[in-house]
């Protein structure tokens, strides 16, 4: 079976998107032949092993474009042909060349769907599905949602195409070790820097909180101007650190260093920071706008509705956890994402998912 996947970027600013490309190529390439086209960027990632082909996406050339992605698709003669990501007109012409040469199409929201999302901007999303995005959605012969709370969100914009669920996951091959030493009394955040996010809520509810001998860092980028912003807000807190972007092993010692990730997003279709941070032991406050109550049916984290009153009754929760306890909501975590998360299990279900439509 050959799969061409399509994502609008590769770029390391891409986040959670980006990643979860990166790790489910490494999970299909052996079963299928898998090919990622996609834009051109700065800094796309590294993707090993798979072919990648990179489009020219300026939308002055729009016909050409389209002309481009034709004969691309003429030439590798997919079998199955899923699209990462919405409201981008590039993502919509490769379906759209797709389905002109009668290739199957799946796409994946990624999260782009929740109403968060639709609120934000709201002109420009509702300009977007009036022109091309609400026809291109109805037209694809199936979606993928990484989880229920994704599907019940789609449900609601009243599409009825057929919807599988198949959670994102991580490479636990990847995994050097595991968080070993508990009580470093540091709390992490590490995700793109974006108002979806709320991260100016985690800073008030710091800045408002008894935080006496911990430390916040934050990593990731994003918006310089926002980014600065942010930096400024937090002048005033001597125990809060921006570190910048982190990847790969830096990622990875960044969390193992952290006793508690926090993710205070107000909207994820997933949160794939989530498993990475209880793959290697580290317990989780998140927000009830993704979609991992796991964290307390599994008892390696904290799962709460957002704002800056509950967060802060969360933090003084952690703050008064100790540190056995910590280490055993830890395990918790680690033994959740072994189970429910190996990548290699969801590329599995993803290529029995292209076997049925």
């Not at 995994?175 to 979806?196: A, C, D, N, Q, W």
């Not at 909180?209 to 980014?227: C, H, V």
């Not at 709460?304 to 969360?314: C, G, Q």
Request: glycine share 6%.
């Amino acid at each position: 079976m050959k799969v061409i996947h399509y994502i609008a970027s590769i770029d390391k600013s891409g986040g959670g998107t980006t990643e979860y490309m990166r790790l489910l190529s490494k999970a299909l390439n052996k079963d299928t032949s898998f090919i990622i086209a996609t834009g051109i960027s700065k800094e796309p990632i590294t993707i090993d092993g798979v072919s990648v082909k990179f489009f020219d996406g300026n939308l002055l050339r729009w016909f050409s474009l389209i002309k481009e992605f034709r004969v691309f698709l003429k030439n590798e003669k997919p079998d199955v042909v899923h699209i990462n990501g919405i409201w981008s007109p590039q993502n919509w012409g490769f379906q759209k060349a797709a389905q002109q040469l009668k290739i199957k199409v799946v796409l994946s929201p990624h999260g782009m769907l929740e109403s968060w999302i639709i609120q934000h901007n709201p002109l420009k999303k509702k300009a977007a599905l009036f022109l091309f995005q609400n026809k291109a959605i109805k037209r694809v012969d199936h979606i993928h949602a990484t989880a229920q709370m994704e599907k019940d969100s789609i449900r609601k914009l009243k599409f009825s195409n057929k919807i599988t669920i198949i959670p994102n996951g991580i490479d636990l091959s990847e995994l050097e070790s595991s968080k070993e030493e508990y009580g470093t009394r540091k709390m992490v955040f590490i995700s793109r820097i974006h108002p979806k996010k709320g991260i100016e809520i985690l800073l008030e509810a710091w800045r408002n909180s008894d935080t006496a001998g911990w430390t916040l860092e934050i990593a990731g980028n994003g918006d310089e101007d926002y980014m600065i912003s942010l930096i400024q807000s937090a002048e005033d807190m001597e125990n809060v650190r921006f570190v910048g972007a982190l990847y790969e092993e830096e990622k990875w010692d960044f969390l193992r260093s952290a006793d508690v990730m926090v993710l205070p997003t107000y909207s994820e279709n997933f949160g794939i920071v989530v498993a990475e941070a209880l793959a290697v032991g580290v317990p989780v406050i998140t927000t009830t706008g993704t979609p991992w109550q796991d964290l307390e049916k599994h008892n390696c984290g904290w799962w709460i509705d957002l704002s800056i009153e509950n967060l802060k009754s969360t933090l003084l929760n952690v703050f008064h956890t100790s540190t056995t306890q910590l280490e055993e909501m830890g395990n918790n975590g680690k033994n959740l994402v072994r189970e429910k998360y190996d990548i290699k299990a969801i590329g599995k279900n993803m290529i029995e998912l292209y076997n049925t439509i």
